[in-house]
């Protein structure tokens, strides 16, 4: 039969039991889900995607490898290549677009390239950096920059120096292979090379606030066929509010919005 236990209700005093006691450095992670609006075709042969970036109704990808790097223009009504420069002197990765025109980084070369928007002429603006280049944006005055480690640069627009940087962390431990970025609403967001996770970073000290699981879309699955071919390039469109998404040599491009978990 039924039966029930008294439980008298205990009222612990504060600090009564310091092992629950939460540390007080740490910012505990948020988890988002993904919210998928519509999805378009992630067209060409030159889609190993490095950097993606929305400008004026346009997204704006840089994609990578010795000999098939690109830098393209694609209408998001339906995923048309509008416009795009092959690059084959140089391992492309990261993209941003300030002060009118599109800045680029590359993975080895330690140097920074630059095209006029409108039809992807080089301009003479090189800058120089002692990494590794993966991921670039901006927050509309400085540069921001990721080289796979856990670090992010701020970089001056002007010379590219480093202002500052931090060390991203996940309550505390360190997060490496910081990938493609995109910098929205006082918030970093960061692919991580090899995961289906986004996290978004407090650019002041490094913690994530943020994390969206994305191993609900095609491109953020491995590969069996090629492990190379994983999650990759975050745009924001501020009109709409919602991102892009899509991974190196995934076929479709997605638009979707980030929100809180459903109970
Ligand atoms: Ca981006």
């Known amino acids: 039969m039924p039966f029930t236990i008294s439980c008298k209700k205990k009222h612990h005093k504060k600090n009564e039991y310091p092992w629950q006691q939460q540390p007080t450095n740490v910012t505990y992670v948020k988890k988002l889900q993904l919210k998928l609006i519509r999805q378009f075709p992630h067209k060409g042969d030159r889609n190993y995607t490095q950097g993606l970036a929305f400008f004026q109704g346009f997204l704006y990808e840089s994609t990578g490898l010795e000999g098939q790097s690109s830098l393209k223009k694609i209408d998001v009504n339906n995923g048309n290549i509008v416009m795009q420069k092959n ?10 677009i300030l002060n009118g025109y599109i800045t680029q980084i590359s993975w080895k070369n330690m140097k920074t390239f630059a ?5 992807f002429k080089e301009k003479s603006i090189n800058f120089t950096y002692n990494t ?25 627009t002007a010379t590219f120096n480093v202002e500052k940087e931090i060390n991203v962390n996940y309550e505390g431990n360190p997060v490496v292979y910081l990938n493609e970025l995109e910098f929205t609403a006082n918030k970093i967001y960061a692919n991580v090379y090899g995961s289906p996770m986004i996290y978004s970073i407090d650019p002041s000290n490094g913690n994530v606030i943020e994390a969206i699981d ?6 953020a699955q491995i590969s069996k066929d090629n492990p190379e071919n ?26 979707v919005v980030f929100e809180a978990q459903s109970l």
């Open 115 to 119: 095209f006029e928007i409108n039809d």
């Open 230 to 255: 994983v999650l990759n390039g975050i745009a924001y469109n501020a009109i709409s509010k919602t991102f892009y998404l899509t991974g190196k040599r995934c076929p479709v491009i997605y638009e």
């Open 132 to 156: 590794e280049g993966w991921g670039l944006t901006d927050n509309g005055t400085q540069f921001i920059m990721s080289d796979g480690s856990d670090k992010i640069y701020f970089r001056n």
């Open 214 to 219: 994305c191993s609900s879309i095609i491109c």
């Open 87 to 96: 690059i084959n002197d140089y391992f492309a990765e990261g993209i941003t």
